[in-house]
């Protein structure tokens, strides 16, 4: 089993910046990729980014060049930094891994982008 725990969102205005954080916790030796999804209302989730444990990245074309995915297996962590923020980036965030073919999923942080 696997914990994810997200935190990071909020308001934020158009063109400014935000970033989340995933902590993960459980069986942490076994997960392999990471990643974020989001779920805007009324849309299916979609793949933002995601980071293979080698730290191969992976993005949605409608963030390449604003938003960055960063991993610290130290400590647990996976990161999405977002900058350029616009509002149809407002959608509740979700961290997501994968471990022995199983994806477990955090319970959301909700970004909102005024304009």
């Known amino acids: 089993q696997v914990q994810l725990v997200e935190s990071g969102g909020g308001l934020v205005q158009a063109g400014g910046s935000l970033r989340l954080s995933c902590v993960a916790s459980?069986?942490?030796?076994?997960?392999?990729?990471r990643g974020w999804y989001r779920q805007a209302p009324g849309k299916q989730r979609e793949l933002v980014a995601r980071?293979?444990?080698?730290?191969?990245?992976h993005y949605a074309n409608s963030v390449k060049g604003r938003f960055t995915i960063s991993r610290d297996n130290a400590k647990n962590m996976v990161y999405l930094q977002m900058n350029s923020l616009k509002p149809e980036d407002t959608a509740v965030y979700y961290c997501?891994?994968?471990?022995?073919?199983?994806?477990?999923w955090g319970q959301g942080t909700q970004v909102t982008v005024s304009s």
């Open positions: 459980g069986s942490i030796f076994s997960i392999n990729n």
């Open positions: 980071i293979t444990s080698g730290g191969f990245t």
């Open positions: 997501a891994a994968d471990s022995r073919g199983r994806n477990y």
